[in-house]
């Protein structure tokens, strides 16, 4: 198991920081890529691609986070998410992170706790967590065509919180479901392709089709490390180094922790 660092989004210090060996996980935005509609920043690409060629000469595995909100002002004055183009907009940014970063970092996280983002919608929250779910598929069918490090391939992953507001995201899961929420269900919908409406409407994504080849649990318990490990997906861990410690003991396998 490798140390997984939170980077965020200050890219050369990150990079600068980090111990070789060690996963680090570094926050992108579209806001910054695409400051205005159809106006790519290349200035911000060309600092996104110095940041990981010298992670990769210093030894350290980056992973890039696609989205951990950050919506363009543009997007924001278009209602956000309820925007009904707003799903083919971040399509367009995400073809955009991997034709000019793509050969240069093998793991993506599509979507940072989707179901938290979608719950700050309040009475439309149903319907942005459909379309949080479609644009998770939306990286994955972009990010999954890049060609990686050495031409190995991409591996695109999902990361959800599981601490004191786990209840409130089950419950809109559950509510997506049509049923009551079982644990890690977000994790096991994505793994296993199960994006057909009601979930949503990216079309190219055929049921049984997986949407994450990773996921990323932020403050899970045992339990969650557990059910998350029988997916059958890579798994990334940021919660207490103990819990971590017992799962592994137990059999889990964790590729990075931090």
Known sequence: MR?????????????????????????????????????????????????????RKRKVDPMVIVHRGGLP????????WLDADALAGFGCYVDCLAHHCGELARYWVGTWEPLGEAALYEADRKRVARTLLDAQASCWLHLRKAPGPGGGGTLVGVAERFDVQRPRRDRLFGELLG???????????????QLVPPFGAVGELPNGTPATDFSVAIEPTLADLHRAWRTGRSLFVIGDAAVVAQAVDQGVHVLGAG
């Open 3 to 55: 140390p997984l660092i939170r980077g965020g989004a200050r890219w050369d210090e990150a990079v600068d920081a980090a111990p070789a060996g060690a996963y680090l996980a570094l926050d992108v935005t579209w806001a910054a890529v695409e400051p205005e509609k159809g106006r790519y920043d290349d200035a911000t690409l060309d600092e996104l691609r110095r940041a990981l060629i010298a992670a």
């Open 73 to 80: 002002a543009w997007q924001i004055e278009r209602e956000g």
């Open 179 to 193: 049923r009551e929420p079982e644990a890690h269900a977000l994790v096991t919908t994505l793994a296993t392709g």
